[in-house]
């Protein structure tokens, strides 16, 4: 797995000064004020002299060499020139520290006028209310709305308008819910935080890349209790905020899952899947083998409703619900006749996308329980009969700069698999150079 990362160079400047023992030498207790500036010119030419005593070589006993630290043992002597002017940026400093702290704390209880930041850039009003004021009702939140209370750029606006970066909103008084005390999580939540951090591939401040495993849902559905979504509360922060789900993968589908941990990696990461930046790669194990060994897939796909079930089927251009998609394949390594282990691109993501194609070109995914129908075919020894498709990568530009780039492992079902169908894991990956379009 390859993450961006940066690199960080930092200098340390150090002013020099006369030592304590080199003042005390133009100081003389018995002389009056009006000579002090002799003083200061004896003062001035013997720290001139220094350059040139160093450049002789000639060095005097306790003279301090150039690789010692500067001011190890200074307590005892007046402090350096420059100490005060330091001290004042610290003092002036902590001032604006303490305001930045006061500014993002909730004042419920009188007018205020904020501006929207960037990480806040392109939020709806509603959503924005919220970010700011986790302990703020809906209810309440519409009504404001509704009467013209909130004002951005003291125009009236609407729960559903999108802000932008720099717009001033006028929040009017606010009665907010007692805040949730924070304190340590339970035996429940932190086996949970456990289980997230045994799956996460790559994680910052701003993204969250995990490994799902196959049988873990994303989100929840009837009679599902435990899902991604579900997990991801217990890593609220300060402000009550959760991590986002930027993408799914279907619940048997095991690999890389992309979390934003922030509203503005949300946004970017949520606008690079939209314009089909991210490139996923992904692998499958199918009955026979695809001719040609590469090749590119494109149809349109709609949804089938059943009494029991829905699956994609394939459509005609202009059917009702129908969505192009198009995935490309490539054959990396085969089982004699009967399997192949291919790899795949998917350029589109629609529901079922990479199952559906499969099955459409007459080699469906082993174990897929809705696709795979072939007539007198059974499954090799050994082989369990589970869904053998596994999100391989995801690069995808990261929201701060750089590239995110994540690789998941075979899940324990694939990797016995390829470990009884002797393939090999390490092996080149023809998909990689696929088009991406």
């Avoid at 023992?21 to 001035?44: C, P, Q």
């Avoid at 501006?115 to 850039?121: F, G, K």
């Avoid at 007539?375 to 995808?396: D, T």
């Avoid at 990261?398 to 995110?404: D, L």
Wanted: hydrophobic share 35%; proline share 6%; with cysteine.
């Amino acid at each position: 797995m390859q993450v961006w990362s940066r690199k960080i160079t930092m200098s340390r400047r150090i002013k020099r000064t006369t030592s304590p023992g080199d003042r005390a030498k133009g100081r003389d207790k018995g002389r009056d004020r009006d000579r002090a500036g002799d003083r200061g010119k004896s003062g001035s030419a013997q720290r001139s002299r220094k350059p040139d005593e160093r450049k002789s070589g000639d060095r005097k006993s306790g003279e301090r060499k150039s690789g010692d630290r500067p001011f190890a043992h200074r307590a005892a002597g007046k402090p350096p020139r420059f100490a005060e002017p330091r001290r004042d940026r610290q003092e002036r400093a902590e001032p604006a520290m303490s305001k930045t702290a006061a500014a993002e704390q909730p004042l419920p209880t009188k007018v205020q006028t904020v501006v929207v930041t960037a990480d806040e850039n392109g939020m709806r009003v509603d959503r924005f209310l919220e970010a700011r004021f986790p302990g703020l009702s809906f209810s309440h939140i519409q009504r404001i709305v509704r009467k013209g209370e909130l004002r951005v750029n003291g125009k009236r606006a609407d729960s559903k308008d999108r802000l932008e970066e720099g717009q001033s909103v006028r929040i009017p008084p606010l009665r907010l819910d007692t805040p949730k005390t924070a304190g340590a999580l339970s035996e429940a939540e932190a086996k949970t935080l456990q289980a997230l951090k045994d799956m996460t591939l790559y994680e910052d401040d701003d993204v969250l890349v995990l490994n799902k495993p196959a049988g873990l849902a994303v989100q929840g559905g009837s009679g599902m209790t435990r899902h991604v979504d579900q997990m991801l509360e217990v890593m609220r922060d300060a402000k009550g905020q959760k991590p986002r789900l930027v993408h799914r993968l279907d619940r048997e589908t095991s690999g890389c899952l992309l979390v934003a941990k922030t509203r503005f990696a949300a946004t970017h990461l949520t606008g690079a899947f939209r314009h089909r930046s991210a490139r996923k790669i992904y692998w499958a194990l199918v009955a026979g083998v695809p001719k040609p060994k590469q090749g590119r897939i494109s149809t349109y796909l709609a949804k089938e409703e059943s009494e029991e079930d829905s699956i994609m089927r394939i459509a005609e251009h202009g059917d009702e619900g129908a969505s192009h998609a198009v995935t490309y394949y490539a054959v990396v390594e085969t089982s004699a006749t009967k399997l192949a282990w291919v790899s795949l691109k998917p350029v589109t993501g629609r529901t079922h996308q990479l199952r559906a194609h499969m099955a459409h070109i007459d080699h469906a995914i082993v174990g897929d329980p809705k696709y795979f129908n072939k007539e007198n075919w059974q499954l090799p020894g050994g082989l369990q009969n589970r869904l053998h498709l596994l999100a391989r990568r995801i690069v995808i530009p990261h929201p701060r700069g750089g590239v995110i780039d994540a690789t998941a492992p075979l899940p324990p079902h694939m990797l016995q698999s390829w470990n009884l169908l002797g393939l090999e894991a390490d092996r080149f990956d023809p998909i990689e150079n696929a088009p991406e379009e």
